[in-house]
């Protein structure tokens, strides 16, 4: 479908709507050109088009690309109020239409504003508390399983590595055990013609007769089957899975009919395109971060070997007390966040501060540009885990400064997973190895959506000369339940009574919360976690703390209460 000329005229050649008084227009970005404004810059580099809209006007700046309104806002407080306005006003609906040749027709971003939040919401129990102790050990069962070839010493390409890792335990998880086992080469060849398909073009239209938009529809047929089979076959032979597949065969839409293969096949792609993009080029990252940064991969084998110094399993439960390694991968996110742009589009006049946003603009949140404001991290572009630790926590001196898996209710649903998934990762490989950069050169591949390391990008690996025996991971994933009892945070001495308050329009329904504190949480019947207490004895003041922190969306606010 070619695009109409009338379409390509820019804005700035049509009658702008005019501002309101009292308001004004967001400041425009300098170099426009005739009839395209700036398409072509947008197409050669959008990032450096975001860097240097940000440099030249600051938080907020307008410009045109070919026949759409484009205004980037930067920082946190243009975050918070982009990210907490109503769909109906400010929609990612309308925005990422761009996925709907790889979900499909009504899934997610296609369908209504109603049935997408019935969509997602069917997504949860398999993102929740319990599934999630379960995931841990099969990254951990993945992991051993793909090193076992390695060898005491050698050579690999890291970030091919990494990528077939997670389409192993991506697809053990959502994909489930039994096509895992029969898995070949097809599904990350299908994957990857899928994942090519989508790029900065796609936003401009997602169906242009392109090659890669070829490859990518039929990458999706072909996923179609290869889900639908599963589908059928656990159907025919009443067998079911822990795994997102089977919680999409027994979800059902609020009027009781259940999903088609069809949406099935969809949602599964949707968490696919969530986890398998975060995990692969964020475990690549980090490592090459701190190979880079000797300190910080000291510190962080010395906690890993701490923790797992008795030889523990690494589990759901053990991997969180790596909170130095979280804050390595946090900074990792920081500095190269999958993806550099998230957008919105104005279906109702919006207004920031005293900027007026016409209806129809294309509003964008750049993570990258964000995440390196010096006004909000400090020496932003060096890599800094203290960062995120007490007593500095730059990320929680507003909600909003840290971006990595978006913000508000539309936060990436798999972040927690996300986590739990790298540092399994990077526990199991730092335990046993020591790595080296080769020599090639570290940059970012910038021709997709999602910014992964450029390749080659090769290490070498060594066995490290202390470092406890390695685990058969057979033997992990025979018995899940056994390794990972819950137990409770230990009580801090009696301080000063708290208070909780929870922001429901971050709550996603993870109910880590549930799990943590089932005397204190629970699951309301709209998905959304409730609390039976709002004032919270003293005793369980550490106890409620940790469980602030855990929380994936940060929807937990706890506060000391003042004598009245």
Known sequence: MALSFGKLIPSSLRRHRAVPGGLKAPPRLSGAQPLVG???????????????AQAEQGEIVAFDVFHRKMVAVFGPEAQEAVFRAADEQLSPSEAYQIMTPVFGKDIVYDAPPQKMAEQLRMLLPALQDRRMRTYGDAVVGETERSIEQWGERGELDFVAFCRALTSFTSSRCLLGAEFREQMTEEFANVYHDLEGGVTPLCYLHPKLPLPSFIRRDRAR?????????????RRRNNRRGEDFVQTLMEAQYSDGRALSEHEITGLVLAAIFAGHHTSSVTTAWTMLELLQNPECLARMQTEIDGVFASDELISYQSLRRLEFTEAVVKEALRLHPP????????????????????????????????????EVFADPLRFDPQRFLPPREEDRRHSFAYIAFGGGRHKCLGNAFALLQIKAILAILLRRYRFELVGDPIGTDFRGLVLGPSEPCRVRYAPRT????????????????????????????????LQLRIDHDLCQGHAVCVGELPQVFSLGSDGKVQATLREIPSERADALRNTARYCPTRALIVEELEPS
Do not use: C
């Open 339 to 374: 993806l550099f742009v998230l957008v919105r589009v104005a279906k109702q006049d919006f207004v920031y501060r005293d900027y007026f946003i016409a209806r129809g603009s294309w509003i964008l949140v750049s993570p990258l540009v964000s995440h390196r404001l010096p």
């Open 466 to 497: 202390t470092v406890a025996p390695a685990l058969d991971w057979r033997e992990i994933a025979s018995d899940v339940a056994k390794h990972i009892s819950h137990q409770p945070q230990p009580f801090a001495a009696p301080t000063k009574p």
């Open 221 to 233: 047929l072909r996923m179609v089957e290869m889900i639908s089979e599963i589908v059928s076959n």
């Open 38 to 52: 700036h398409g072509v810059e947008f197409l050669r580099s959008t990032i450096d088009l975001l860097y240097r």
